[in-house]
């Protein structure tokens, strides 16, 4: 935001330099095009799915069907990213693979599909950077703005790329459920009576159809004798288990994808809410001070005086058959709550740097030269406080992470089928020192990996916007900690 | 402004904090889509039944009557009874009866969260940039993200298994006891006896002790990462002061330096630390008193919860409120003694 102000000042507009030097925006903007062109369905059926889904929440869902019907057409789509183009299930014939990508093992069929999504987005976000770094070059008008700076810090700031890195494979991960998994939740998990299956009985020497809800009941991980699917293995139909199977001999890979896919939308809407009620009072506060900064400053210490967990299981007992537990098995009901007890935190972190930035002579003269108040907060205020809350909302977004899979672990909220890990870690409580150890301990390894990858990139950003800062980590991080204590 | 008018200010603001937070509970339970003679009696419920416990509850009163009869009950602490987890007992003898091994586990969680967490961030912070302050940080990073159910989870597991895993019986180590129980603590109620009955009683002593010391351990953990890092960087702090640079100028000897000039400094930022790990043994209470099944407070919500005791489960949520209230106002009295400069204007 720092560019565009600066360079509204310049006489030229960006629009003047652009056309003056056209080069290196058009090969940018055609590699960009590339890009998304080559997963362009699945955006657009994301897109149009979500439009479609939020109309359907309003009274009388008005086109939400065609909505939908669009986004199937989109889903049905060749691009790059999909099942269809790199299959990794088939059957063993006793000779060759069949069904697979090139005839590979189902493994490496996967592994091959699996790697290609990381390497896309790791491309992509490339090409991101690459654009910034032309535009830095050519077309802004400014040598230098301090946003300089603070992106050179966050580069040699290696414990934050670590943090970038973990949560870029977390979002990948969600965002990409649909593709990353050895198969689909809706195949797996959902429906897994309502679909087939081919595989080869080498008895009989013949290919055979199943129902896929069947081959599950044969891929059981239950601890003892043979009944075991453990990490990086095939059960008795051919099928691939990256991370093995849950106790009903679902695929614990697919779960895991989809189970990342509720908490990143739990922790990112709820973060979303929270963060612009924080702003939206830190900065009222900042401005008014007196009066309104007392309210705000009892009503946020009285929603912190509650015990958060404990009113996340009230309000989920008691809103459990209402309509609004039924959005996204839970989810939107999560969403809610998580963001009305998580802003006061949010503020607190914040309300310092607003009443700092209130301070500042450019807000006098703003406010003395006749520019409205919200202008003043938006314009003057506001940049300045944003990577605050960046920085705390990534710490908070580690603690909602954490306290959704608490409440999945001792059944209440997300429901069944929707996966959620910490439903993983109770399923599997009984097994943890059995063969199928797999099914507790690697989602409660990930939540750890991605609640540290989130506190590493709060780190990362906090030391990039305020390198002074160092000692102040003290109150802030106790308090989040204290959050994600659930 | 005087201590004791800044401490009068901090009572009466704590006032609105819990009226709020009482309200907030009275909207969630009447208010909201459960009605709680319904929630009583669950899906099986005539509706002469659901009428008669209506009746009782003084549901079908017009609501702001029940809001302040709801309100006047908690605040003279009439805390009603419970429905359905243990159904006609008034709740304050429930809570009587649970509390102790709540107190237990919390005291010994901040005990070992102090006892292991500020040694090692102090450590680290005395050793700054050596392999063992990168261990400590790091560990205490990742110590602080893991889920503690899991962790608790784990804990079971491996307790339960040290035979097979490691050749060591950790439920006969020391005392026969298991390890997924509630700890017996009769012998605190009549401590008395740890003189006349000496035998039996610091043996039932150190078992209630061996059980509750995993939970306790999973209960800090949090806490433990946190007092590490906040330790260490105190320390860091405080070494790099001018003052500590006089005092070895003058002389003073390493061993001075650090335990006068440096170490109690150094605990200055810890207070908060403390009592926020109140409000991490509130909510943790319930997810590790459910994995190791002790009788305590948080597993007596979770159960009222569950079974829809809603009376019982807003007494509780207003003790919860007082008791972190109460906490907080502690926290700032602490500080006005120990560190004088902090504002009483805050």
Request: proline share 5%; aromatic share 12%; glycine share 10%.
């Amino acid at each position: 935001m720092m560019e565009t102000e600066l360079t509204e000042d310049i006489d030229q507009p960006l629009r003047d330099r652009l056309k003056a030097h056209p080069g290196p925006a058009l090969l940018w903007g055609a590699g960009l095009c590339l890009l998304l062109l080559l997963e362009g369905p699945t955006y657009l059926d994301g897109l149009l799915g979500a439009i479609g889904f939020g109309l359907g929440l309003l009274p009388g869902a008005p086109g939400a069907e065609a909505f939908a019907s669009a986004s199937a057409f989109f889903s049905e789509l060749p691009h790059l990213l999909s099942r269809e183009l790199i299959p990794n299930r088939g059957y063993y014939d006793g000779s060759a693979w069949q069904g697979t990508f090139l005839g590979l093992e189902p493994k490496y069929a996967w592994l091959i599909r699996f790697l290609l999504v990381y390497v896309y987005v790791a491309v992509l976000l490339g090409w991101l950077w690459y654009g910034y770094v032309t535009f830095r070059r050519h077309y802004r008008a400014a040598d230098w703005t301090p946003t300089d700076d603070v992106i050179d810090r966050l580069r040699s700031h290696y414990w934050g790329l670590f943090g970038l890195a973990v949560v870029v494979f977390f979002i990948t991960m969600a965002a990409f459920a649909p593709v990353v998994g050895p198969t689909t939740a809706e195949e797996n998990i959902e429906g897994p009576y309502s679909h087939d299956m081919q595989y080869y009985d080498a008895d009989t020497e013949t290919v055979e159809t199943i129902t896929i809800g069947e081959a599950n009941l044969g891929s059981a991980s239950r601890g003892s004798g043979d009944s075991n699917v453990g990490i990086w293995s095939y059960d008795d139909f051919g099928r691939f288990h990256p991370v093995g199977t849950l106790v009903s001999g679902k695929d614990l890979f697919t779960f895991l994808a989809f189970g990342a896919r509720v908490s990143l939308f739990i922790g990112l809407g709820s973060m979303a809410i929270a963060g612009f009620i924080a702003t939206t009072l830190a900065l009222v506060t900042a401005y008014y001070k007196g009066v309104t900064d007392l309210i705000v400053v009892l009503t946020s210490d009285s929603v912190q005086a509650m015990p958060a967990l404990l009113l996340v299981i009230l309000a989920t007992v008691v809103f459990k058959n209402h309509w609004i537990a039924e959005l996204y098995n839970g989810a939107m009901l999560f969403i809610l709550l998580f963001a009305l007890i998580r802003w006061p935190g949010l503020w607190r972190a914040v309300r310092g740097p607003a009443l700092q930035v209130g301070e500042q002579e450019w807000v006098d003269a703003a406010k003395s030269y006749g520019q409205r108040p919200t202008v003043i907060m938006r314009k003057h205020m506001a940049p300045y406080i944003l990577g605050y809350l960046l920085v705390y909302a990534s710490l908070t977004l580690g603690g909602v992470i954490i306290s959704v899979s608490a409440l999945s672990f001792l059944g209440l909220g997300i429901t069944a089928p929707t996966p959620e890990w910490g439903r993983a870690i109770n399923i599997g409580q009984s097994y943890i020192a059995s063969q199928s150890w797999h099914i507790s301990l690697i989602p409660g390894i990930l939540i750890t990996l991605v609640v540290t990858g989130f506190n590493a990139l709060s780190d990362g950003i906090r030391d990039a916007i305020d390198p002074q800062s160092e000692g102040a980590e003290g109150g802030a991080t106790g308090a989040a900690a204290g959050g994600g204590g659930g | 402004m005087s201590r004791a008018t800044y401490m009068l200010k901090r009572l009466v603001l704590s006032i609105p904090v819990i009226i709020f937070g009482t309200t907030v509970t009275f909207a969630i339970i009447r208010l909201g889509p459960l009605s709680p003679a319904a929630a009583i009696l669950g899906p099986q419920g005539d509706a002469r039944a659901i009428r008669q416990i209506e009746q009782r509850l003084g549901l079908n009163e017009p609501l702001w009557e029940q809001y302040f009869e709801f309100m006047g009950d908690l605040f003279l602490f009439d805390l009603g009874q419970s429905w359905v987890v243990n159904s006609g007992t008034p709740a304050i003898d429930l809570i009587i009866s649970y509390a102790p091994r709540t107190i237990w586990l919390g005291f010994w969680a901040v005990l070992i969260a102090l006892g292991i967490g500020i040694p090692l961030g102090f450590y680290a912070g005395l050793n700054p940039n050596t392999f063992s302050d990168y261990f400590a940080s790091f560990g205490g990073i990742v110590w602080r993200a893991m889920p503690n159910f899991w962790l608790a989870v784990i804990l079971v597991t491996v307790l339960s298994q040290t035979e097979q895993l490691f050749g060591f019986s950790w439920t006969s180590f020391i005392v026969e006891t298991n390890v997924v129980t509630s700890p017996n603590l009769a012998v605190l109620k009549n401590p008395t006896r740890l003189i006349t009955d000496p035998g039996q009683a610091w043996t039932n002593l150190a078992k209630a002790t061996k059980q509750i010391l995993p939970p306790a351990l999973v209960l800090g953990s949090a806490s433990m990462g946190t007092e590490m890092r906040i330790g260490r960087t105190a320390v860091l702090e405080t070494i790099n002061s001018k003052y500590v640079e006089t005092a070895k100028a003058k002389g003073v000897s390493p061993r001075v330096l650090v335990w006068k000039h440096i170490f109690r400094n150094a605990l200055i930022p810890l207070v908060p630390v403390i009592t926020a790990e109140a409000f991490i043994l509130i909510g943790g209470s319930v997810l590790v008193e459910t994995v190791f099944s002790i009788n305590g407070i948080g597993l007596l919500f979770f159960r009222a919860a569950e079974q829809g005791d809603l009376p019982l489960v807003g007494t509780l949520m207003y003790l919860f409120i007082l008791l972190i209230v109460g906490l907080n106002i502690v926290q700032d009295f602490a500080y006005t003694i120990i560190d004088p400069r902090v504002g009483y204007d805050a």
